[in-house]
């Protein structure tokens, strides 16, 4: 299964990869200074919460895309059952 993004939506998912990835490269820096235990953990939550709204917007894009446009009812509940198996464990 292969799904297209919109340019735009494509770009806007990739930068805020990079915001994400620059968060992660800030706790590694906070880490190897020895910066006080409680800011770490501000921008781990940071990240966290940021990471937790990319997977939220690929989740909205791959139901709307994929799921309700699919190409028949029947491959609709085959891109449904396997999204639900990825979804129990997105949410543990």
Same mark, same amino acid.
């Given at each position: 299964?292969?799904?297209?993004?919109?340019?735009?939506?494509?770009?806007?998912?990739?930068?805020?990869?990079?915001? &994400?990835? *620059?968060?992660?490269? =800030?706790?590694? /820096?906070?880490?190897?200074?020895?910066?006080?235990?409680?800011?770490?953990?501000?921008?781990?939550?940071?990240? /966290?919460?940021?990471?937790?709204?990319? *997977?939220?917007? &690929? &989740?909205? +894009?791959?139901?709307?895309?994929? &799921?309700?446009? =699919?190409?028949?009812?029947?491959? +609709? /509940?085959?891109?449904? +059952?396997?999204?639900?198996?990825?979804?129990? /464990?997105?949410?543990?």
């Amino acid at each position: 299964m292969k799904h297209t993004h919109h340019p735009k939506e494509k770009m806007a998912l990739i930068v805020r990869l990079r915001r &994400i990835r *620059g968060q992660l490269q =800030a706790v590694e /820096r906070m880490l190897e200074a020895d910066t006080d235990c409680v800011k770490v953990m501000m921008q781990v939550v940071s990240a /966290r919460s940021a990471l937790k709204s990319f *997977g939220d917007k &690929i &989740i909205q +894009s791959h139901m709307h895309e994929c &799921i309700e446009h =699919a190409e028949s009812p029947v491959e +609709s /509940r085959k891109y449904l +059952s396997n999204f639900l198996t990825v979804l129990e /464990r997105y949410v543990t």
